[in-house]
């Protein structure tokens, strides 16, 4: 019988369902614990992890009998794909299952801090009553920016122009039909900078995207744009976007992703009560539906994979 280790969380059913078709362990705090991954990796066929699960190349070189990774979520910056290739071991997203999800935490952080929640959160609570003093947006007329037009950027789209916003995106792989298809317009990055009411990310973490919004890029943005990344962290730049706030190149921004994950302090004891900004716990895939979905996708293909 295969043998699959899964070391983040991942929906009961799914892991029921899994147990019943192979020798499963559900471990979620071997994500934590590398020196333990390495030590049992040797002894499983199929691997199932979230974000958090470090597999590069030093754990995969103790995995000799590991022909199938499956990962519940999209990104794949914690995996050493290079090495699977060459060592014959399938990596499997589940790509588009957190769409949905993601698509409307983009809308709820664009809606919230054009409106100024989070100030008027904090001012009415210290009975402050800020109803004239801070002034709100709409989403309507707005131009959102969005860096990457795949699925869930199209998901971003189509949710947005619902609210009578216009689209502009940067993504130099797409084909030009997908203007036409969708409504918007393809731009070049600079011109995103200019145009753009809102900035959401939507892209991979690579060598081209690493610090991609760094104090530069703040400083090209003609509108004092909202920016929002639930993508990967590194593409902002933390401390650049700090300091963009506080010398107003920007109105706000709404971080889901980091540098580093928990969120280190030095980046979050910067942030004070006067900030119109989100920051949240990598959650914007993460609801119950959207667990379901991923789970479930990745227990069918595993099954697949290994009859």
């Known amino acids: 019988m295969k043998k699959i280790l899964i070391t983040e969380f991942m929906e009961k059913e799914s892991v029921d369902l899994l147990a019943s078709k192979f020798e499963v362990k559900y471990n979620p705090k071997l994500s934590d614990n590398i020196d333990n991954l390495i030590n049992e990796i040797d002894l499983y066929d199929g691997l199932i992890v979230r974000n958090k699960t470090l597999v590069n190349e030093l754990v995969l070189s103790k995995a000799i009998n590991l022909k199938f990774i499956g990962r519940l979520g999209v990104g794949l910056d914690n995996i050493d794909t290079d090495y699977c290739k060459k060592n014959n071991v399938?990596?499997?997203?589940?790509?588009?299952?957190?769409?949905?999800?993601?698509?409307?935490?983009?809308?709820?952080?664009?809606?919230?801090?054009?409106?100024?929640?989070?100030?008027?959160?904090?001012g009415t609570i210290h009975g402050q009553w800020p109803r004239n003093s801070i002034v709100s947006k709409e989403l309507r007329g707005k131009i959102i920016g969005l860096l990457g037009f795949g699925m869930i950027g199209k998901k971003v789209c189509k949710l947005a122009q619902a609210f009578g916003s216009q689209i502009v995106a940067y993504d130099p792989y797409i084909s030009s039909t997908v203007s036409s298809e969708y409504n918007i317009s393809l731009v070049e990055l600079q011109e995103l900078f200019e145009m753009a009411d809102i900035i959401s990310i939507h892209l991979p973490l690579n060598h081209e995207t690493k610090d991609l919004l760094n104090y530069k890029a703040f400083s090209q943005m003609k509108k004092k744009p909202i920016i929002i990344n639930s993508s990967r962290g590194s593409i902002v730049n933390e401390q650049d976007i700090i300091k963009a706030y506080q010398d107003t190149l920007i109105n706000g921004f709404a971080l889901d992703v980091y540098e580093s994950e928990p969120v280190k302090e030095k980046f979050y004891k910067q942030i004070t009560n006067n900030m119109n900004c989100i920051l949240t716990p990598h959650i914007a895939g993460v609801t119950s539906e959207s667990n379901k979905r991923v789970s479930q996708f990745i227990a069918g293909r595993i099954m697949k994979f290994f009859k």
Do not use: R, W
């Open 90 to 122: 399938f990596v499997q997203p589940a790509t588009g299952m957190n769409a949905d999800s993601v698509a409307e935490y983009v809308i709820n952080c664009s809606l919230s801090l054009l409106k100024n929640i989070p100030l008027m959160h904090d």
